[in-house]
């Protein structure tokens, strides 16, 4: 079968450090017919080191533009491309050998296709203070990979979006929603479900992902994302269940979940936030990994809780 063309997009944001080793394989790939980047707003040389290496790799295109979002900057980078297979990629994964031809294989067989790509996290050799809030996000990955593969629905119910490939006709017709700015990637993933494409993980097609995050980071993320996963539930209704009410105290003993449910409260929910961050510092510091691992997992159901409260309290 004749192979499709491909335009790689990638959306970034002040990755200058880590941007050139995400587009090393990729300008190596001839399966890469373009690699379209869209700097959202970015202010730490990723812009000019873009253009340098523009000049030199003609496939290349750059795309700088006001800081709009993520989502914003994908719409964008879409819309520019000219492959009739576009490849989405996060600006913090790098493609390993052979991951455009095989997202482009698979589009050359089926139409009306989202095909998801495998990413799993470069842990640090060793782990250090600090290093729970990855291994925690790892786990998290690998385990949303496995239900995929049980139940193929979830590719698009729950998409984890930063290496995922559809036809560029696709694309523009689901378009991306850019008022999310948590859980946009599963929003996207419900639009295609919606749009009538199929969704499939594969994980041959391997990117890794260079993902560090802090624990303030991740407490701002899990934020957002319980503020999401309302949001989420209330324009998808159609499709999916009304929030249950206790997904965030899922599987914890009766002591910590009514530790979750009283974090509703705001100010409660502030002071067991802080306590729990304090707690996993000082596991961290100590190198107690299982209580640092074990803090900030509550933790992270806390802040979800709270970002979850706060916009069922806006609605």
């Known amino acids: 079968m004749e192979r499709p063309t491909v335009s790689v997009v990638i959306a970034t944001r002040n990755r200058c450090a880590r941007l050139r080793e995400t587009l090393e394989p990729l300008l190596a790939d001839p399966a890469a017919d373009e690699v379209v980047v869209v700097a959202d707003g970015c202010r730490d040389g990723s812009t000019e080191m873009l253009r340098g290496l523009a000049a030199r790799h003609e496939r290349l295109r750059l795309l700088p533009t006001a800081h709009r979002g993520r989502a914003a900057a ?11 297979v576009v490849v989405m990629l996060d600006d913090d994964v ?41 291994f925690l996000y790892a786990s998290n990955y690998e385990g949303s990979c496995q239900a995929c593969e049980r139940d193929p629905s979830l590719v698009l119910t729950s998409m984890w979006g930063g290496n995922v490939s ?3 006709h696709d694309a523009l017709r689901v378009g991306m929603d850019t008022s999310f700015t948590h859980h946009e990637d599963r929003d996207f993933g419900l639009r295609c479900l919606k749009a009538g494409l199929r969704g499939r993980f594969d994980r041959s097609l391997r990117a890794d992902h260079v993902h560090r995050r802090t ?3 991740l407490r701002r993320c899990a934020r957002g994302q ?90």
């Open 94 to 134: 790098i493609a390993a050998p052979g991951l455009v031809a095989g997202h482009a294989r698979a589009h050359a067989a089926e139409h009306d296709l989202v095909m998801v790509g495998y990413m799993p996290v470069r842990l640090p050799g060793r782990r250090g203070p600090g290093d729970a809030s990855t």
């Open 166 to 168: 559809l036809s560029r």
């Open 74 to 84: 994908r719409q964008l980078g879409i819309e520019t491309a000219t492959g009739e």
């Open 215 to 217: 624990l303030a980071s």
């Open 226 to 315: 319980g503020a999401g996963r309302v949001e989420i539930h209330r324009v998808h209704s159609d499709v999916l269940a009304p929030m249950d009410e206790g997904v965030f105290t899922r599987e914890l003993p009766g002591p910590l979940s009514a530790l979750v449910i009283a974090c509703r409260r705001p100010r409660a929910g502030a002071i067991c936030a802080g306590m729990l961050a304090a707690t996993a510092t000082l596991a961290g510091r100590l190198r107690l990994w299982r209580a640092e691992t074990n803090a900030v997992k509550l933790l992270r159901r806390v802040e979800l809780q709270r970002g979850a409260t706060r916009a069922l309290l806006r609605h």
